[in-house]
C-alpha cells in the first residue's frame, strides 16, 4: 500500500556524531541584542582581541517557529581560564556579577568551579560544526516538524527548564527532509 512502517525504523550509522542537542546554559548567560551590539562597539580588550570572541547571536526553538528573537549569548568556549576569560573586560564583569551568583551552591562540581562557561557547552558539537557555514537544526520537541537553516555565528541552545526548546544539532550536508521528518519524529 506504499506506505512506511516506522516501527522497524532503526538508528541511521551516518547520523553519529553529527547530531546533537545543543548548549545547555544553567545561568543567565542570554543577553539582549542591544547590549551585545554595544559590547561589540568596544575598543579591544587588553589582550588584544575584540568582545565579538565570546559574543554570539543565540537560537533555540521558539528562534525556528517564531520570529527570532535577537538573543544573545556570552560564550567562553568549553575552557577558558577565568584569568584569559577576565581579559575580556565587559562579558566577564557581567557574568562576575550576574552569573556567578546563579551558580554557586549548585550541585554539579563544575558549575561552581567553572561558572563563566556554559554547564554544557558542547565540545564534540562545535568540532563537528567548524567544517560548515551552515547547519540544519529542529525543535526538540515541537507540534510539528520543522527545520531551519542557521550560519555557523549561531550558537545553538537548549533553555531550561523548558524542554519544549531544545534543539538538536544535525551537521549534514544534504538532508531529505520527508523521509527524515518521519524518521526523526519516530527515532527522535
Same mark, same amino acid.
Given at each position: 500500500? !506504499?506506505?512506511?512502517?516506522? +516501527?522497524?525504523?532503526?538508528?541511521?550509522?551516518?547520523?553519529?556524531?553529527?547530531?546533537?542537542?545543543?548548549?545547555?546554559?544553567?545561568?543567565?548567560?542570554?543577553?539582549?541584542?542591544?547590549? #551585545?551590539?554595544?559590547?561589540?562597539?568596544?575598543? #579591544?580588550?587588553?589582550? !588584544?582581541?575584540?568582545?565579538?570572541?565570546?559574543?554570539?547571536? =543565540?537560537?533555540?526553538?521558539?528562534?525556528?517557529?517564531?520570529?527570532?528573537?535577537?538573543? =544573545?549569548?556570552?560564550?567562553?568556549?568549553? !575552557?577558558?581560564?577565568? @584569568?584569559?576569560?577576565?581579559?575580556?573586560?565587559?562579558?566577564?564583569?557581567?557574568?562576575?556579577?550576574?552569573?556567578?551568583? +546563579?551558580? @554557586?551552591?549548585?550541585? @554539579?562540581?563544575?558549575?561552581?568551579?567553572?561558572?563563566?562557561?556554559?554547564?554544557?557547552?558542547?565540545?564534540?558539537?562545535r568540532d563537528a560544526l567548524k567544517p560548515f557555514d551552515r547547519y540544519i537544526l529542529t525543535p526538540r520537541v515541537s507540534k510539528y516538524r520543522l527545520f531551519g537553516l542557521i550560519n555557523v555565528f549561531y550558537q545553538i541552545a537548549q533553555r531550561l527548564p523548558l524542554p519544549a526548546t531544545t534543539i538538536p544539532l544535525l551537521a549534514f550536508s544534504t538532508?531529505?527532509? +520527508?523521509?527524515?521528518?518521519?524518521?526523526?519524529?519516530?527515532? !527522535?
Open positions: 500500500n !506504499g506506505r512506511m512502517n516506522l +516501527t522497524v525504523a532503526k538508528p541511521l550509522v551516518e547520523n553519529q556524531g553529527v547530531s546533537f542537542i545543543g548548549t545547555q546554559k544553567n545561568g543567565p548567560f542570554n543577553i539582549p541584542g542591544h547590549l #551585545a551590539r554595544e559590547w561589540l562597539q568596544l575598543p #579591544a580588550n587588553p589582550n !588584544g582581541c575584540p568582545n565579538s570572541d565570546v559574543l554570539r547571536p =543565540w537560537a533555540n526553538g521558539i528562534d525556528i517557529v517564531r520570529r527570532a528573537t535577537d538573543t =544573545w549569548i556570552i560564550d567562553f568556549g568549553t !575552557g577558558m581560564s577565568a @584569568e584569559q576569560a577576565a581579559f575580556y573586560e565587559q562579558p566577564f564583569e557581567y557574568a562576575r556579577q550576574i552569573i556567578k551568583p +546563579t551558580r @554557586e551552591g549548585k550541585r @554539579e562540581e563544575r558549575a561552581n568551579l567553572k561558572w563563566w562557561i556554559l554547564q554544557r557547552s558542547r565540545p564534540k558539537m538532508l531529505a527532509f +520527508t523521509n527524515y521528518g518521519l524518521y526523526a519524529c519516530v527515532r !527522535g
